[in-house]
C-alpha cells in the first residue's frame, strides 16, 4: 500500500527557504512519478514539481529556477528545496504518487499525503 507523509513546513519571511520533505512507502520508483502540489483556500490544487522513476524533473514556469526537486531511494523520501520564498508560494503542500505519467495534473496522481503548511510573510 502506498503511503505518503510530508514534513518540513513552517512560516518564513520572504527571501527565506525551506526544505519540504516527503516519506514514501510502497512505491515502486520505475512504475510511479512522484510530485510536489500546492493548495490555497479557494483555489484549484496546483501542481509544482514532479520526477520520474528516471529522475527527471518537471517544474511550473512559475517555480523554475528557485524550487527543486529530488528523490533519495535509499532514505524513501522524495524532497522539495524550495530558495527565494514569495508570499504568492504560501499554501498547503501536498506530496503524491502517480503510475500515468508525470505530467502536474492532479487527476495523475493516486495517491496523496495530507500535506504540510508554507506560509511566507512580507
Known amino acids: 500500500q502506498v503511503q505518503l507523509a510530508e514534513s518540513g513546513g513552517d512560516s518564513v519571511q520572504a527571501g527565506g527557504a525551506l526544505r519540504l520533505s516527503c516519506a514514501v512507502s510502497g512505491v515502486t520508483y520505475s512504475q510511479y512519478c512522484l510530485g510536489w502540489f500546492r493548495q490555497v483556500p479557494g483555489k484549484e490544487r496546483e501542481g509544482v514539481a514532479s520526477i520520474s522513476g528516471g529522475g527527471n524533473a518537471y517544474y511550473a514556469d512559475s517555480v523554475k529556477g528557485h524550487f527543486t526537486i529530488s528523490q533519495d531511494r535509499a532514505k524513501n523520501t522524495v524532497d522539495l528545496q524550495m530558495e527565494n520564498l514569495q508570499p504568492e508560494d504560501t499554501g498547503m503542500y501536498y506530496c503524491?504518487?502517480?503510475?500515468?505519467?508525470?505530467?502536474?495534473?492532479?487527476?495523475?496522481?493516486?495517491?496523496w499525503g495530507q500535506g504540510t503548511q508554507v506560509t511566507v510573510a512580507s
Open positions: 503524491a504518487a502517480g503510475s500515468l505519467g508525470c505530467f502536474m495534473i492532479e487527476t495523475y496522481y493516486n495517491y
